[in-house]
């Protein structure tokens, strides 16, 4: 895939599947999978090991973005899904 080419969409059968799939987990962080970097507002990429990253969205974490677990702590709620 160059630079140039379109981002694969979800459920187009002619680009497989997507590169990197989030799940947002109740009550905790974003589970982000699969082949995508984690950029610094400045453009660096930040250093990855895990094919599997969870990135916080409560707050407050002492790692962000990263999530570590203080979600547990805190008792970070999310919002039901909409029916
Ligand atoms: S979501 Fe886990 S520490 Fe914020």
């Known amino acids: 895939m160059s630079p140039t080419d379109p ?12 590169a ?3 799940v947002a987990c109740p009550d ?5 999978r699969g082949e995508f970097e984690v950029v610094t ?3 660096e990429a930040l250093p990855r090991t895990r094919r599997t990253v969870a990135l916080c969205r ?5 790692l962000k973005p990263y999530c570590d677990g203080s979600h547990k702590l805190i008792g970070f ?3 039901p899904p909409a029916p």
Do not use: H, M, Q, Y
């Open 7 to 18: 981002a694969p969409r979800a459920g187009d059968a002619r680009s497989g599947p997507p």
């Open 20 to 22: 990197a799939s989030i």
């Open 28 to 32: 905790g962080p974003l589970l982000v």
């Open 41 to 43: 507002p400045d453009g």
């Open 58 to 62: 409560c707050g407050a974490s002492v």
């Open 77 to 79: 709620k999310t919002e």
